[in-house]
């Protein structure tokens, strides 16, 4: 989507600040001991109190009202009962729709204490997002995206899953442009249209390269096998940068 009208942005920031408050408050009622079921039952009830409808729901049939991915799973997993323990990775991936607009947020929350390494890798993923939406602009181009998470991950002995993509987003879930790599592309020379709506959302790992799906249809895993972590927000690219649409407030 691109944006064109003052009304189209408040609407995305709606949408934005209700994915953003139920991600915040999944994050906080996350517990050793509660199943991933009860933790989507805490987002389902947010977002049907503020009126919004779940994304993935409505538009692949997921069976969930959010994707929550334990440790291995690393992208769409289905809540149910699995225990959540202390020491666990967990990703928490929000998307709706309210009044025909959407927005995508997630990232990866730790439960209790985790290795020194895990916590390394979750705050260099939410590095990484963060330059890769230092990348977004009027006119700059898409691959800058890619490139800069890129460096950014090779520098410090990271890999990144290569087959799980930013996209555009806002009057559907998944829009042009359909796939943004946020990993080193050559060829790529698609340039960012000022109002463009879209995601950052690299996939950082301690050496996986792509996800496979699972026996379920849906959950995705690291192969080869590897600690990997998600943060994501919806942006819209201005000729100032990006404005971050997924803010709590």
Excluded at 18 to 29: E, G, L, P, S
Excluded at 182 to 198: F, S
Aim: proline share 5%; glycine share 12%.
């Amino acid at each position: 989507m691109t944006i064109t009208k003052q009304d189209e942005l408040d609407a995305l920031k709606d949408i934005g600040r209700i994915v953003a408050n139920t991600m915040q408050a999944m994050a906080k009622a996350l517990e050793p001991g509660m199943t991933t079921g009860e933790l989507d039952e805490t987002g389902r009830l947010i977002l049907e109190r503020e009126g919004a409808e779940s994304a993935p729901q409505s538009t692949y049939d997921f069976p969930g009202a959010t994707c929550i991915s334990v440790n291995e799973e690393i992208a769409h997993g289905i809540p149910g009962d699995r225990m959540i323990a202390a020491g666990d990775l967990v990703n928490i991936d929000v998307s709706a729709s309210k009044n025909g607009y959407y927005a995508d947020t997630g990232a990866t929350f730790r439960v209790g204490t985790v290795r020194p390494s895990l916590d390394q890798l979750c705050q260099d993923g939410k590095r990484a997002m963060q330059i890769g939406i230092a990348q977004v602009g009027s006119n700059k181009p898409l691959a800058g995206i890619g490139k800069a998470i890129g460096k950014f991950a090779s520098d410090r002995g990271y890999t990144l899953i290569r087959n799980l993509a930013s996209h555009g987003v806002g009057r559907s879930l998944h829009e042009y442009p359909e796939e943004i790599a946020t990993w080193p592309t050559r060829g790529e020379t698609r340039r960012i249209n000022k109002g463009l709506v879209l995601t950052v959302e690299p996939f950082l790992s301690k050496g996986g390269l792509w996800a496979a799906e699972g026996e379920d249809g849906w959950t995705l895993y690291s192969k080869p096998s590897a600690p990997v972590v998600q943060y994501e927000h919806t942006v819209v690219a201005t000729d100032r940068g990006a404005i971050v649409l997924t803010l709590p407030g």
